[in-house]
Every structure is written in C-alpha cells, then in structure tokens.
C-alpha cells in the first residue's frame, strides 16, 4: 500500500480494548475512533459541506449503488470525482454496494461471478461483479473504498451464512486484484452472520490477505445488541491489531461506545440523520422528541454545551419548525445530532488517552438513563 495511507495506534486504554489511533489519508488526517455521517447520495441529507465540517465530522461516506445509478459514475468521474462534485475536500469512503443489493434492489440473481439486480428507481437490469463495484469506486474516487461482499438477512440457515461468507472471501481476492488506485486503500468485510466460529474464519483469511483496513459487516440487521457485542468480542481479536478497524452501519450511542470498547475504530449510520428529521434529537440525557408538547414554550437550547447551531436556538422554535413542516426543522436537528456523535467520539478519544474510557461508558449510560430533565 502506498504512504498515502497510513494507520497508527496511538494509545490503547489499559482496562479494555479501546482504542485511540489516527488515520492518515490522501486528503488528511482522521482521528480514530471516529464516526461517519452518511452522504448517501453525494450529499448529507440538507446539510451543506460547510456546515457538515462544522459538526466536527472528519470522514463522510457515500454510496456506491446509488452514486451508479444516479447520476452514474462516469459523471461523478468526468466532473473531477466525488470531492469534486460535492465539494466535500477532506476524506471520503464509499461503500461497495453489497449492502444496498440486499436491502433496497429486487435481487434477481447472485452467483460466483456478481449480482444481477433491479434498480429500485426504474426496474432496469443491471449487474454487479466484484469487478465492477471495484471499478465504479475508482471513478467515484472516495479516499477508502470497500470490497464488494455478499450480505444476507439474518437469521438464516448456517449453510446460508457459510456460503455467502465463502463467497464474499473469494469475492475479497477479486476486488483486491482489481484493484489499482494508488490514492485509494481498499477494506476488506468480515461476513459471518451471528456465527462466531464463521466471522473468525473469515477474519483469519482476510487478514492474511493483508488488506489496508478491515470491516466488520451485516450485523445490525436486527439481532439484539447483545448478540452483536457478542460477535464483537469474537471478531475483533483476529484483526491485525496495526489495521483500522471499522463496524458497518452501526449504530446507536451505546452501540458505538460498546464497539469502541471492544476495539472498533471507525463507524457510520443513517440513525443521528434519519431520527434528526424526524423530529428525535440525541442528548446526554437521552433521546428529546421535539414534536412533544412540553416544549413548547421551553427557551432552553437541546442541549446546554452543545456548540452546535442548533443549540443558538430554542427547543421551542425547532419544535415549531417540525410542527409547521418548515425544512429548517429537520436540517437543523440533523446538524445537532451529527454534532452529538462526533462530541460522543471526540470524549471517547480524550477518555482512552487517560485510561478512563469504562469510566466515560458509565457517566454516558447513566446520563442517557436519566431521561430529560423537566
Ligand atoms: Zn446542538
């Protein structure tokens, strides 16, 4: 891999497997653990880059399958890559599609070679090979681009889950052997469902294939959390320890706190966006629904020592602006709770660099549990 990317583990805490590292990449620097707003279709949903960089974000993800579909990669190369095209200049992943063709595309078929699909905008056929997904990521031009994996619903049949993780580790060595961007690292995902004695398999065998970073995937698709930490806890041990290690599509406060205290470097999740338009902000004391009649005249901010812009207003005003259907509503709990994870992220940071990340675990949870204060 080229110098352009580099991993580095600064610290790791002494009671447990936290992490603190830094990513350093074509187009800066990431301080590791970290968590990534979802751009899904080259953009943060009404948050402008300006603002975004605001909120703290370091790293912004954008989406493979619906880049090509709309406006299609060769656009989004033409006009000079993603950055370009968003103007977002600072580091960007894109994911590889295998999530989106199990949980949005009518699939039609997969096989050894790739995934024949129905676009879910205009029924068109369209296929995707490891190849493929490897190809489109370079024309979009992200900073880390991911293999193309084979994710099925959970729970299946443990032959299912074997097959499709056998699959994704070969499909694994096509997308590295396709691959040719210098300025570009490309992750490998550890498929496996709930299946421990699988997930490890496949993290030995693609740790061996020296890939520059390492995923996590399929999980959240709606197990208990408990049996996602628990596959965690199975997992994470096989990964290079000298690699970044990143949870795909994870997930809520806690799950974030509990991945990095098992080792987890990098996240990303629609949760912080999707619940901020509608109408759910994240708080230290737990989730605020703005649409709740008890703020109607509060002049407090969401949150006192939220730097965000948001919080120069009042819980009653952005109650207004959902009850009115004004679009300002939804941007600006948006910006507020991507500002919540990054402020979750940057506290678990300073806590492992003092040793006191369980410490940091409990004031969090107990906080959440207190519920908002009248
Ligand atoms: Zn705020």
């Known amino acids: 891999m080229p110098d352009l990317f580099q991993y580095q583990l600064l610290r790791q805490d002494r009671h447990c497997q936290a992490r603190r590292g830094v990513l350093k990449t074509a187009r800066g620097v990431v301080q590791l653990p970290t968590f990534m707003p979802v751009g899904t279709r080259g953009t943060v949903k009404g948050v402008e880059v300006g603002l975004l960089e605001e909120t703290g974000a370091q790293i912004v993800l954008g989406n493979t399958y619906h880049l090509m579909l709309r406006p299609g990669e060769e656009i989004v190369r033409d006009l000079g890559g993603l950055h370009e095209f968003c103007g977002w200049n600072k580091p960007m992943l894109t994911d590889s599609g295998g999530f989106q063709l199990f949980s949005l595309a009518q699939l039609t078929k997969i096989a050894e070679e790739g995934a024949v699909f129905r676009s879910h905008i205009d029924g068109r056929k369209i296929e995707l090979t490891p190849e493929r997904s490897v190809a489109i990521q370079e024309a979009l031009g992200a900073d880390i681009a991911m293999v193309f994996d084979h994710v099925i619903a959970l729970p299946n049949a443990r032959d299912k889950i074997e097959d499709a993780m056998e699959r994704t580790l070969r499909w694994a060595v096509r997308c590295q052997k396709a691959h040719t961007r210098e300025d570009q690292a490309q992750f490998a995902i550890v498929q496996g469902g709930l299946e421990r ?178």
């Open 197 to 374: 004695d699988l997930r490890q398999r496949c993290a030995d065998e693609l740790a061996a294939l020296d890939f520059p970073g390492y995923a996590i995937g399929g999980l959240s698709v709606g197990e208990e959390p408990q049996e996602m930490y628990d596959c965690l806890d199975a997992t994470l041990p096989r990964l290079p320890v000298n690699k970044p290690r990143y949870l795909m599509g994870v997930g809520t406060p806690a799950d974030l706190l509990e991945g990095v205290k098992r080792g987890v470097d990098m996240f990303d999740c629609v949760m912080p966006t999707r619940n901020g338009r509608n109408a759910m902000a994240f708080t230290d004391s737990g989730p605020m629904r703005l649409r709740n009649a008890r703020y109607e005249r509060d002049d407090r901010p969401l949150e006192e020592n939220c730097p965000c812009r948001a919080c120069r207003r009042s819980r009653a005003y952005i109650r207004h602006l959902f009850t009115t259907g004004e679009m300002l509503g939804p941007i600006l709990l948006t910006i507020h709770n991507i500002t919540y994870y990054q402020r979750l992220m940057e506290g678990a940071r300073q806590a492992i660099e003092q040793d006191r990340y369980l410490d940091y675990c409990r004031e969090k949870y107990a906080g959440w549990a207190s519920g908002i204060p009248e």
